[in-house]
């Protein structure tokens, strides 16, 4: 009968450790890797950062917040607090029947969407009261009553389809909607919704 001998070969305990340290450090170095395209890839396609400048959402956002912003398959929709693209603003012509554009503010605003396409705005600016189709609305979150009329409509207005009609919280404050250099958004100019603010820490949260 043939007889086999069977040669082991024994690692070097050390080269083992070194090999086995090698090889964590590479898949800590994939997962890394992995991480930060998966990163920009949200950031890409379903979220933004945005830097709230200025005063115009007080009480609601401060000068210096920072918020994430999500815009895949986002709809405009009443109450949402959004970034806008304001390189234009849209106002209704002489004829109050067709929509002509004019230079905007050529920045990004931070604003809450009052009405949506289709419905009716009207502003009481002696009682500071805003209604949309007719329905007075509960604006716990502003810091003054909308006492300001910035010429850019006559009221009530009725917002185009395709288009959205926004206003800061601080309504002596903010340049939006009312003023012609605004107006009616177009929803292609619509960033985002804003879903969470990030900054400062100690106001973390979902703005209401």
Known sequence: M???ELNYEVLDGEKNKEITAAEEFLD???TIIFAFFVVILIFTFLLRVANVDGESMLPTLVDGDRLI????FYEPAAGDIVIVNNDKGNIYDNTGNKIETIDGLGKIIVKRIIAVGGQEVNIDFDTGDVFVDGNKLDEQYIAEATKMDEGGHQYPVVVPEGYVFVMGDNRMNSTDSRDARVGFVEEEDVLGKVIVRIFPFDSIGVPA
């Open 28 to 30: 800590w170095v994939e």
């Open 69 to 72: 912003v999500s815009h895949l």
């Open 2 to 4: 043939a007889k086999y």
